[in-house]
């Protein structure tokens, strides 16, 4: 839940809107998912957008520019509800091009599984939310970070948290990609750096950006109760993230931290909190155990407490949720597709 409803452009159409990133060691390879189009939001229409386009962008020698791009494209849906999709892989300079056509590396159609020459997998379709929030800590959250005081949860009683996705589902686009394909151009280095973005089709024939996402949490630590701020950060791209957010972002999490008390100086604990925070990507070592907790960010595996982490470590003190992932209605699974059954 990075995303989930967080600006008005992405309420426009929740097909476009991306709620999470995740990025781990799968069976075969490193495997990325996108969730997009959550139930909370009850979509009119479900699935994915024709037209548009979904992104899964890794940078492979840390200059926070893609250097490899994975492009998901849909067609309508048929009578029964399914959906074909065409995934092309795009490397080199041409990997920030929207237009770039890249090479198709496969074709699909939702809730089947494909397989590559290559060994790259996919699978895209109905799944359960394996994330959960509570959404008394997620508001309070919200009003701490951009009003600058402590998160106020008197009266809430812990005893009674509950997680707000509890049997919710998304639409998942998973890629599970061979270590030899993704590291084919980075030499030694395995070190990469995932976002994803979602993008839609212009009537002067460009794109216009929906979604943008890295690390998880950042609208709601942010930009919860600031729209325009939601709207900013979703655009632009992660190499001119601390150039343009810096400032706003070590300014609210200095506020937070000072009504606390917890750094003796507040705004050099804020900057550095902001450059871990930007640019905004997922950092991620290939071939390891993905976690992304209190010691390290190194993926996100599909169990990790993102909100745990993130909160406490923004404001420099814990925040508790008073729920975990036992709160999961439905539970990832350990073989690919990995994301839960939509139940």
């Not at 159609?109 to 939310?129: F, I, K, Q, Y």
């Not at 909160?311 to 999961?328: H, M, R």
Request: glycine share 10%; aromatic share 10%; net charge negative.
């Amino acid at each position: 839940m990075s995303h989930h409803l967080d600006s008005p452009i992405a309420r426009q159409d929740l097909r476009l809107d991306i709620t999470d990133l995740y990025a781990f060691r799968g069976e075969t390879g490193t495997a990325f998912v996108i969730n997009v189009c959550h139930s909370i939001g009850k979509p009119p229409i479900t699935g994915y957008h024709p037209e548009g386009m979904y992104e899964f962008k890794i940078d492979l020698n840390g200059d926070a520019v893609e250097e490899l791009t994975y492009r998901f494209t849909f067609e309508e849906r048929d009578a029964q509800g399914k959906q074909k999709y065409t995934i092309r892989r795009i490397s080199g300079k041409d990997a920030v091009d929207p237009h770039a056509p890249g090479t198709v590396v496969a074709h699909g159609v939702t809730d089947e599984t494909v397989t590559s020459p290559s060994g790259l997998r996919a699978w895209a379709g109905h799944a359960g939310d394996p994330f959960w929030i509570e959404p008394d800590v997620l508001h309070a959250v919200g009003h701490a970070f951009e009003d600058g005081t402590k998160v106020d949860l008197t009266g809430w009683d812990p005893s009674k948290a509950h997680n707000l996705f509890a049997g919710h589902t998304v639409y998942a686009m998973v890629l599970e990609v061979p270590d030899a394909e993704l590291l084919a151009s980075a030499g030694d280095n395995r070190k990469i750096g995932v976002w994803a973005v979602a993008t839609l089709a212009t009537d002067a024939g460009g794109w216009r950006s929906i979604n943008r996402i890295g690390l998880p949490m950042m609208p709601p630590l942010f930009a919860q109760y600031d729209e325009d701020f939601g709207n900013r950060l979703n655009a632009g791209h992660p190499s001119e993230d601390f150039a343009t957010y810096g400032g706003h972002i070590t300014k609210s999490i200095g506020s937070v931290v000072a009504a606390y008390g917890t750094a003796e100086d507040p705004h050099a604990y804020a900057e550095k909190i902001a450059h871990r925070l930007l640019p905004n990507m997922l950092p991620y070592t290939v071939g390891t155990q993905a976690s992304l907790g209190f010691v390290e960010w190194n993926g996100r595996s599909l169990t990790d407490n993102a909100p745990n982490v993130m909160f406490s470590t923004a404001a420099n003190t814990p925040i508790q949720l008073g729920i975990g992932k036992e709160s999961v209605t439905s539970k990832p699974r350990k073989m690919f597709p990995y994301v839960p059954l939509a139940v």
